[in-house]
């Protein structure tokens, strides 16, 4: 088996996801970049090779199982395995529960929970012929604590963390780990869409760090349960957020 490692981001056009993959590039590893996004995708993976690194765009719906699948035939195909998995992709849509609609909840829950899912379906049987892998999951504080007007998100998220406690004891015995990340609030287009300025000041003061998160600071939580300084980590969800949430 080669040296090199090859790191599956999805959502990786943009935002937190963009800031992982540059990241785990700048480790060594060959990055696929699987969005939705093509164009965003290819930026994405032009800084990466600006930068030095190896980096492939794929074209990626992780709500459609079949779509994940091609894409990882693809990947099959150009690099031969895939080592780690981060389940970036992520949707939201603040707005009080009650007022929320069932296309908005089918949405949040075939993008957050559903997504990974399926790349789980598709890449762990790889995993587990290589005896070895590592899944990093972007969750959300939402999922442990609450958070108004993310009622359905929140939901998306919590079951995220509990599949993935579930997968990390039954793959366990294949030597792979499965953890998750929880970000606060972080700078990146999704929260500029859904936030105001009011709500970044608000955020600013309750924050010990008196800061939001950049999304390198994600990243940087992710390199570590990606590298071999994990290996004995699993089935854990660490917050990254200012001391927002002390769980
Ligand atoms: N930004 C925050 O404050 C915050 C806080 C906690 C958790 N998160 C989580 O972090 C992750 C990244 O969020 P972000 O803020 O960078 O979002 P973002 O919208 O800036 O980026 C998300 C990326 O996912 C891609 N994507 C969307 N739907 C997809 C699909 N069906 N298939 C494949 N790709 C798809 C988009 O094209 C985009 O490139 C999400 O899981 C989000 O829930 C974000």
């Known amino acids: ?10 959502g990786a056009g943009r935002g937190m996801g963009e800031a992982i993959a540059l990241e785990l590039a700048s ?11 093509e164009d965003d995708a290819k930026k ?13 765009a794929v074209h990626c719906d992780v709500t459609s199982l079949f779509d994940v699948t091609q894409a990882v035939e693809k990947v099959k ?13 992520g ?3 603040v707005e009080p529960f009650l007022k929320s609609e069932p296309e908005t ?4 829950i075939k993008i957050n929970f559903l997504g990974p899912i399926h790349t789980c379906k598709a890449i762990l049987p790889m995993m587990i012929e290589q005896k070895a892998g590592k899944i990093i999951n972007i969750a959300s504080d939402a999922g442990r604590v609450g958070s108004v007007g993310e009622a359905v998100y ?14 990390a004891r039954e793959m366990a015995r294949y ?10 609030p972080t700078d990146t287009p999704l929260f500029a869409e859904m936030s105001n300025e009011g709500l970044k000041e608000a955020l600013e003061k309750s924050i010990p760090f008196r800061r939001l998160a950049q999304a390198e600071d994600i990243a940087k939580a992710v390199a570590y349960f990606a590298s071999n300084d994990a290996d004995y980590v699993t089935g854990q969800t660490i917050s990254v957020s200012g001391g927002l949430t002390m769980v």
């Open 77 to 89: 195909n150009h690099y031969g395995k895939i080592d780690i998995l981060v389940n970036n992709a």
């Open 105 to 108: 909840w089918d949405k949040v």
């Open 44 to 56: 994405t993976v032009k800084a990466i090779e600006e930068s030095g690194g190896k980096a492939l």
């Open 175 to 184: 030597n792979i780990n499965i953890n998750c990340i929880a970000p606060g």
């Open 91 to 93: 949707w939201d849509k």
């Open 27 to 37: 480790n060594g590893m060959s990055i696929v970049v699987a969005d939705i996004n």
């Open 154 to 167: 929140s939901g998306t998220k919590g079951g995220l963390i509990a599949f993935s406690k579930t997968i």
């Open 1 to 10: 088996m080669s040296n090199y490692k090859v790191a599956f981001v999805t």
